[in-house]
């Protein structure tokens, strides 16, 4: 008796759940039916905190805030075709001879989303505000003596020291925290806090139109967007965390575009890359190289010749084999080929070679112990898919050689405080060779920012110093060559590889940031402005 | 009047249990290298900028003036503001509860429901074929991963066959408010309750059947059965009852993770809900949302085992309050 109760109540349970199902209709369809709005939908895996980008570094505040605010100048994610920066707000910039004065003639048809006109004021008060308050982009404005605005279209942008990197560093940080803010919206404001944030006006080619938080952001097309209205007519950013989850749905085609950090495993890129009528796997050189920094304040680090050894212990590329299926690019210079104009194909990081890695280890006093280890060393990594792969391949090459390593892994925050504080052996790190080489300085310069083997070379430090105090390029190129020759003969890093972005894009898109259509236009590599649906 | 001392006695309770969560959560997050400072200064980190979100925080003070000052500040019922957001925790959580609420609630009535009918169900047929199956496959689900099973849920029925729709908690391309919204977010509820429901259906469902089970072999049965009591009259009115105790402690113990319970589920899912938000506080330091989040589910953790022990109260006349 009861038994029939129960199996009724199962099965109008289960016939609920299957009826339910049409009442609540099918899921949304994919976004451009022909000739209507075109909506574009692209998963972010962080949610924003605020939409003030410039207080803060807000990974997940990046794509949103890119596309509704504009920038002086911006820079493209390949910079290998093309010029390495141009002009967003700014229509065209002069420098003096020195390097030190430089001069921006500003857009006249710029607006801010409520109408009112870009003026220098605002670009002076947003770099004033940064300097002050020293938010994130000051490390990029730390040498300015004085912000002038002669008109409401020009900035003087004058120094206290001659930099040649000056606008290009200008560029890159723009993607991240250097939006121009409206002066009439946020003085006498804390940028934090401002009530603005909840409803932020940009000059950017997107509108903001709703945050739902945890959920997805939707922007609008800009129609007075002073580059041009975007192609698309609604941007949004829909937060998907899970890497799976999003290649599903990319591959499903409810989306087109599955930007690098939800990439698949390399075997599975690999695979894609040949054979897939309706995917394009995108291949965008980065201006990073992957690399490994030795930490010159350990022992037996210090030595050159363990560094030297450790060099011969690496095979470029069955790593690449191992651990990418063949498809990245192995580099055994101190400079990458997206950057050729400065490259020095003369300073080689030495090739594979496991006897002369014994050999120097022997010299340098390191006997094999009974286990048949020399020594013991830990290794850790940026906490990404290619550096972790890396790390597996490099901690079975240099047991090849008798160096036991102890592979250690974090999270980012974890891992880039322990960098910082030199508490580490050996960490896989990115060496970021553009939009200028003055990046030499401040990874290898003695005492600088991302300085974090303790590396100190006067001879280095004088030659940086002089290479960015000129904008000669033929003295620069010789300089930064010399740099170069010294950074591989004294080995505070080892380069392995190119980094190599893939991202995917459905057959007939155009023009996101990371294809070559997308270079120049997207502003920022954030932004969507260049972006055709197909057949448009 | 015995209740009203028995509620006044929890509360006191409660005090010193949120002060133990504060404490740990505190100082667990201090022992944690990288701080927030460093987060949020991007790719080349001043150190003024740095010291500046330091003090501006309270972090360059030592650790238990930062403690007593967060607690002093909870005394008064304000949870701070998110160091990344700069919003109020308090609007933050209750911003994310609703969702996580929802999920874990639905997910809670469907599994504890439908493992304690089936649960049941078997015991009266223990040993049989029937049995056998079901049982095995309440282990199987008790024991399936949940990220998993989101997974192939997702693969199979909003990839595959697109029923439902595969993450997220509502349609992105505008639904108009009102009913309609209401449809598209149960129409997103529905794979992520799946999930969540399915693993723990298999616990209730070898809960209820143990202790049903048990109960049936009790003499007090066999008497009512002598009787000659109608078998529907023993099950309900003289077995559940009894066999509900051991029920009720998981669903109470659940209820008080209901906030917690479903990390994972909402990781996979995008499900906008306190777990996803937890998860991002950490890996972004964000002390106050962090802890702000864990007081919330400390008071439901307690929440909820004094809503058991009434609820025992109520069913079992032999535990006194």
């Known amino acids: 008796m009861s038994s029939q109760i129960l199996a009724r109540a199962l099965f109008s349970l289960a016939l609920a759940a299957i009826v339910a199902v049409p009442v609540f209709g099918a899921p949304a369809a994919p976004p451009a039916a022909p000739g209507g709005p075109v909506t574009l939908v692209v998963p972010t895996s962080v949610d924003a905190r605020s939409m003030n980008p410039n207080w803060q570094s807000d990974s997940g505040g990046f794509d949103p805030t890119s596309n509704i605010n504009c920038h002086l100048v911006a820079v493209d994610w390949g910079v290998t075709k093309g010029t390495s920066v141009y002009g967003d707000l700014a229509e065209s910039w002069t420098a003096d001879r020195a390097a030190r004065v430089y001069t921006f003639k500003l857009r006249r048809n710029a607006r801010f989303h409520d109408g009112r006109p870009v003026t220098s004021a605002d670009v002076k008060y947003t770099y004033e505000t940064v300097m002050d308050k020293r938010y994130p982009l000051r490390a990029y404005l730390a040498d300015v003596k004085e912000i002038r605005t002669p008109d409401p279209a020009t900035v003087v942008i004058e120094l206290n020291n001659p930099d040649a990197a000056f606008v290009a560093m200008l560029g890159i940080a723009s993607n991240w925290f250097g939006k121009i803010l409206p002066k009439h919206l946020y003085e006498g404001k804390d940028w934090p806090t401002a009530d603005v944030n909840a409803r932020p006006v940009g000059c950017g080619p997107f509108k903001f139109i709703e945050w739902a938080r945890g959920n997805f952001i939707t922007l609008e097309a800009n129609p007075d967007y002073h580059m041009g209205r975007a192609k698309i007519d609604r941007l949004i950013f829909r937060i998907i965390t899970d890497q799976s989850v999003a290649y599903a749905e990319?591959?499903?085609?409810?989306?087109?575009?599955?930007?690098?950090?939800?990439?698949?495993?390399?075997?599975?890129?690999?695979?894609?890359?040949?054979?897939?009528?309706?995917?394009?796997?995108?291949?965008?050189?980065?201006?990073?190289?992957?690399?490994?920094?030795?930490?010159?304040?350990?022992?037996?680090?210090?030595?050159?010749?363990?560094?030297?050894?450790?060099?011969?212990?690496?095979?470029?590329?069955?790593?690449?084999?191992l651990a990418f299926f063949g498809i990245w690019k192995p580099s055994w210079y101190a400079g990458i080929d997206g950057v050729p104009q400065f490259l020095n194909k003369r300073a080689r990081f030495p090739d594979a070679n496991l006897k002369k890695a014994e050999d120097l280890l022997e010299e340098a006093g390191l006997k094999k112990g009974a286990d048949g280890m020399r020594f013991r060393i830990s290794l850790t990594n940026y906490p990404v898919t290619d550096s972790r792969v890396i790390s597996e391949v490099v901690v079975q090459q240099l047991k090849r050689v008798g160096i036991d390593v102890r592979w250690e892994q974090f999270d980012t925050q974890t891992w880039l405080s322990r960098l910082r504080a030199g508490n580490f052996d050996i960490s896989t790190y990115f060496v970021r060779y553009a939009p200028d080489p003055d990046a030499y300085r401040e990874h290898f310069g003695t005492g600088q920012a991302r300085n974090f083997v303790g590396y100190s070379n006067a001879e280095f430090d004088k030659i940086v110093d002089d290479a960015r105090r000129t904008t000669d390029n033929t003295r620069r190129k010789e300089l930064y060559g010399r740099a170069q020759d010294?950074?591989?003969?004294?080995?505070?890093?080892?380069?392995?590889?190119?980094?190599?972005k893939f991202s995917m894009v459905r057959k007939g898109w155009k023009g996101f940031s990371v294809q070559e259509d997308g270079h120049n236009k997207s502003m920022t590599w954030f932004g969507y402005h260049a972006v055709t649906p197909p057949g448009r | 009047m015995r209740l009203r001392r028995f509620l006044v006695l929890r509360m006191i309770q409660l005090v010193p249990v949120l002060l133990v969560v504060v404490v740990l959560n505190f100082v667990l997050i201090h022992l944690a290298p990288g701080d927030v400072a460093l987060a949020m200064a991007g790719e080349n980190p001043d150190p003024v900028y740095m010291a500046a979100i330091r003090e501006r925080f309270g972090l360059d003070k030592p650790l238990h003036v930062q403690l007593l000052t967060y607690i002093a500040r909870i005394a008064q019922g304000d949870l701070g503001d998110s160091f990344r957001s700069r919003r109020p925790v308090t609007e933050t959580l209750l911003e994310r509860v609703p969702a996580t609420l929802l999920l874990v609630a639905t997910a809670l009535a469907f599994s504890s429901l439908l493992g304690t009918i089936v649960g049941t169900w078997i015991a009266r047929r223990a040993g049989g074929g029937l049995d056998v199956w079901v049982s095995g496959l309440a282990v199987a689900s008790y024991s399936v991963p949940v990220f998993w099973l989101g997974l192939m849920l997702i693969l199979f029925l909003a990839i595959r066959v697109p029923v439902f729709p595969p993450s997220g908690m509502m349609s992105v391309t505008g639904v108009a408010p009102g009913l309609a919204r209401w449809l598209d977010i149960l129409h997103h509820l529905v794979l992520p309750a799946l999930a969540l429901s399915t693993v723990w259906f298999g616990q209730y469902v070898r809960i209820a059947r143990s202790s049903v089970l048990q109960v049936l072999s009790e003499d007090f049965v066999t008497t009512a059965r002598a009787i000659g009591y109608p078998e529907r009259q023993v099950l309900f009115g003289h077995v559940l009852p009894n066999a509900m105790l051991p029920v009720v402690t998981v669903l109470g113990l659940q209820l008080g993770l209901v906030l917690a319970g479903a990390v994972l589920t909402e990781t996979v899912f995008a499900w906008p809900g306190l777990g996803q938000l937890v998860y991002e506080s950490i890996l972004a330091r964000d002390t106050p949302l962090i802890v702000g989040s864990y007081v919330v589910m400390g008071v439901c953790v307690v929440a909820a085992s004094l809503l058991v022990d009434l609820v025992y109260a109520a069913l079992d006349p032999r535990v006194e309050l």
């Open chain 1, 250 to 321: 990319f591959q499903a085609g409810r989306f087109p575009y599955l930007p690098n950090v939800y990439l698949p495993s390399y075997a599975e890129v690999a695979k894609r890359m040949t054979k897939d009528p309706e995917i394009d796997v995108v291949f965008t050189p980065s201006i990073y190289s992957r690399d490994l920094y030795l930490n010159l304040k350990r022992e037996p680090l210090n030595n050159l010749k363990v560094r030297q050894a450790i060099a011969h212990a690496l095979d470029r590329r069955m790593m690449n084999q």
């Open chain 1, 486 to 500: 010294i950074l591989v003969r004294e080995m505070p890093y080892i380069n392995l590889f190119m980094e190599s």
